[in-house]
């Protein structure tokens, strides 16, 4: 039971607050007290890597250098909060550079996450082995889970978030602030959050009645598929070409499949 609800509260699951996981959460702040903003040099990753886990977060350096390459990958999140100099990956699966040869910063944005941390907003604890403090959760103005989604399977539940629109979830928030009793389907349509957000593009073929079910009882599936257009060329003729495709599909795979279904004759 311990270890359940350890693996809920403070691995698996982000904090509704801020949308974030224990581990991003004291990435942020870690570098947030070595001041790397978005006006600063970029410091290596292994440094950051380095302070997070002797300072706050008692786990291996691996799983810490994996969590800050997704936060800076611009396919991955819908607003990166890391701002990364050198190889972090592509969409084709490609793995990162080794933390000794990558360099972070934040990006701006994630500076709107940890503003007012000085002035008392948040409660603060004791680290790991108590020889200083970390937050327990930061004062985020930006409404960072629905914004980047998460994805976690922690013990007994699990956590499936798709990424949204910043500007669509920030009318929602308006008619909330001027309407406290407002209904949440008022919340979702035309004048607000439309449905997902996906950072790699993509369209969505669930109808307006469906994704109301699914934002109303927080289950259901969201289906996605690529987007293409038709060009003319006057040697080759038609040509297909791809514009966009389904969140977290790996490309290099899908132009394997797509050649392989071109060799076969279909």
Do not use: W
Not at 65 to 84: H, K
Not at 92 to 98: M, V
Request: charged share 20%.
């Amino acid at each position: 039971l311990n270890y359940s609800l350890s693996v809920i509260t403070s691995r698996a699951l982000p904090d509704v607050r801020d949308g974030l996981k224990p581990v991003q959460r004291r990435i942020l702040y870690t570098m947030h007290q070595q001041r790397l903003d978005h006006t600063s040099k970029h410091r290596k990753c292994a440094k950051v890597v380095g302070d997070v886990m002797g300072n706050y977060h008692p786990h291996g350096d691996s799983s810490i250098y994996e969590a800050l390459v997704r936060m800076a990958q611009p396919f991955a999140l819908r607003i990166p909060l890391v701002d990364g100099s050198g190889n972090f990956g592509s969409v084709d699966g490609d793995n990162a550079a080794a933390m000794r040869y990558t360099e972070c910063r934040m990006t701006q944005i994630a500076g709107e996450v940890l503003d007012d941390l000085a002035t008392e907003t948040v409660a603060f604890k004791p680290n790991y082995d108590g020889s200083r403090r970390e937050p327990v959760v930061l004062p985020s103005r930006v409404p960072n889970l629905l914004v980047n989604g998460a994805t976690g399977i922690a013990v007994g539940m699990a956590t499936n978030i798709p990424p949204h629109n910043l500007k669509e979830v920030c009318k929602a928030l308006l008619k909330l602030l001027s309407n406290p009793e407002i209904k949440g389907y008022q919340l979702v349509g035309e004048n607000a959050v439309q449905g997902p957000d996906f950072p790699t593009g993509g369209q969505i073929t669930n109808s307006k009645k469906e994704l109301r079910d699914i934002y109303a009882t927080g289950q259901g599936a969201i289906r996605l598929r690529g987007t293409h257009k038709l060009i003319e060329n006057r040697k080759q003729g038609k040509i297909l070409q791809i514009t966009s495709i389904p969140y977290a599909v790996n490309k290099a795979n899908l132009v394997e499949r797509i050649s392989e279904i071109v060799f076969s004759g279909k």
